[in-house]
């Protein structure tokens, strides 16, 4: 991969939100909501890199800030090489047809009144690509594609089933045949039974059509299938990163390992003694993070220098990557997991 330029390249991206404002020690204090913090990655073409976290941890606010549909607090984002910071409005409206986006719940991200047809050629229309009559051929056709009937063109969304508007999501992001297309937890609101159906088509219209994928998901059970490359991320920082196969078969971060026990394997023998790895409480709020490693109040293996010093996002091998100060492989002891 080293061979090839990046589509995407994100630099140090950290996002802050205002949070409410209090007294602190006496003191009045502005707070923010720490959403993503120095975060820094690559995607190439044609790739999936798999984005995974618990809910909170910022992969949203990762993916929409990548798309500028809000502006960094500080760090760079690079599409083909450009940093869209500097781009002009027109620039970031011809970047966006290379980069869409697909979403979580197929029944508030499409527009009740619109029809399918209108809904999926939206993205021509905005761009002003093609007649009425070209546009209507394109949405038959990747109505087709994607497995519904394109005779139902003029239907309204409430007309489809979960699984057929996230079809109708996948069609529209695919109009333009962009380069990236951001899919943030693209089957997380669908039944378990459709959710392979619909992974597979993602995986079918990436061989066919050679798109690179962030794929945002929270759990890794959903990702294994389908990325070349996973990162995890908790409270905002991102904490480990690799090839799929390594971060499943030799996590170096303790919190993989933890996401990685509750992953359900197919031998029944195997899930009998498999150690699930159940952390204490739940994540802290991303105001004010914890001091040091973000992680160091859920994690089992923290010592003294954890709240105090941030560990650096370092290369343990070659393209794997782990913010922990005490990386190694399988750093919970007896949970070794067999895939
Ligand atoms: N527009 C916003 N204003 C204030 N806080 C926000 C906003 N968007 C997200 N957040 C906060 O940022 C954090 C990360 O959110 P998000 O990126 O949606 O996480 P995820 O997608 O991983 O569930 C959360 O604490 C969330 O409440
Ligand atoms: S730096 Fe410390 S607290 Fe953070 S993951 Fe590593 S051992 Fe745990
Ligand atoms: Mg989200």
Request: proline share 7%.
């Amino acid at each position: 991969m080293a061979d090839k330029t990046p589509l995407l390249k994100v630099e140090h991206l950290c996002k802050e939100f205002p949070a409410e404002s209090g007294t602190f020690g006496g003191r009045f204090a502005k707070r923010f909501v720490s959403a993503v913090n120095d975060v820094s990655f690559e995607i190439y073409p044609g790739e999936t890199f798999g984005l995974v976290g618990e809910s909170g941890c910022g992969k949203s606010t990762t993916g929409r800030t990548i798309m500028h549909l809000t502006s960094p607090t500080s760090g760079k984002v690079y599409f083909q090489g450009r940093d869209i910071s500097e781009m002009s409005k027109k620039e970031l409206k011809e970047m966006r047809r290379d980069m869409q986006f697909i979403f979580q719940d197929p029944y508030a991200s499409l527009n009740p009144r619109m029809t399918i047809g209108e809904i999926v050629s939206e993205p021509m229309t905005i761009h002003g690509i093609g007649t009425k009559e070209e546009r209507i051929e394109r949405v038959r056709e990747l109505l087709q594609v994607v497995g519904l009937n394109p005779e139902h063109i003029n239907r309204y969304p409430h007309e489809f089933s979960g699984g057929q508007r996230q079809r109708v999501g996948i069609a529209r992001a695919f109009i333009l045949r962009p380069k990236l297309i951001i899919c943030d937890e693209p089957v997380s609101a669908l039944d378990v039974s459709i959710q392979a159906q619909v992974l597979n088509l993602l995986k079918e219209l990436q061989d066919k059509y050679g798109t690179a994928y962030l794929f945002i998901a929270h759990d890794l059970s959903v990702v294994q299938h389908i990325s070349d490359r996973v990162a995890v991320m908790y409270l905002g920082k991102m904490v480990e990163l690799s090839d799929w196969k390594t971060l499943y078969t030799e996590p170096h971060h303790p919190y993989t390992q933890s996401l990685l026990s509750a992953v359900p394997v197919p031998d029944p023998d195997i899930q009998k003694t498999r150690k699930r790895i159940i952390l204490a409480g739940d994540p802290p709020s991303p105001i004010d993070p914890p001091s040091g490693c973000r992680f160091h109040t859920r994690c089992p293996m923290a010592q003294d220098i954890c709240s105090k010093e941030i560990p650096g996002f370092d290369e343990v091998a070659s393209g794997h990557y782990c913010a922990c100060h005490f990386a190694k492989p399988f750093p919970i002891k007896e949970s070794h997991i067999n895939l």
